[in-house]
C-alpha cells in the first residue's frame, strides 16, 4: 500500500527557513515525477514545484528562488528547502506523484509563517 508521510513543518517568522521531507513507502518513487502542493485555509490546493524522474525541476512563480526540490532515491524521500519565507506561504503542504497526483494523499505538514 502506497503512503506519503509529509514533516518539516513549523513556525517560522518571515525571511525565515524549513525544510520539508516526504517518504513513500509502499512503491519506490525513482521512476516518477513528484511534486509538492500546498493548500492555505478557504483556498484550493495549489502546486509548489515538481521534481522529475531524472532530476529536472518545477516551480510555481510565486516561490522560484526561493524553494528548491531535491531528492534522495536510495531513502525514497523527496525534500523542499525553504527560504526567505513569507506570510503568503503559510499552508499544509502536501507530496504526491506529479502531475496525476495517483497517490493517496498524506495528512501533510504544516508551515505557519509570522509577519
Known amino acids: 500500500q502506497v503512503q506519503l508521510v509529509e514533516s518539516g513543518g513549523g513556525l517560522v517568522q518571515a525571511g525565515g527557513s524549513l525544510r520539508l521531507s516526504c517518504a513513500a513507502s509502499g512503491r519506490t518513487f525513482s521512476s516518477y515525477a513528484m511534486g509538492w502542493f500546498r493548500q492555505a485555509p478557504g483556498k484550493e490546493r495549489e502546486f509548489v514545484a515538481a521534481?522529475?524522474?531524472?532530476?529536472?525541476?518545477n516551480y510555481a512563480d510565486s516561490v522560484k528562488g526561493r524553494f528548491t526540490v531535491s531528492k534522495d532515491n536510495a531513502k525514497n524521500t523527496v525534500y523542499l528547502q525553504m527560504n526567505s519565507l513569507k506570510p503568503e506561504d503559510t499552508a499544509v503542504y502536501f507530496c504526491?506523484?506529479?502531475?496525476?497526483?495517483?497517490?493517496?494523499w498524506g495528512q501533510g505538514t504544516q508551515v505557519t509563517v509570522s509577519s
Open positions: 504526491n506523484a506529479f502531475p496525476a497526483r495517483w497517490a493517496p
Open positions: 521534481i522529475g524522474s531524472k532530476g529536472s525541476t
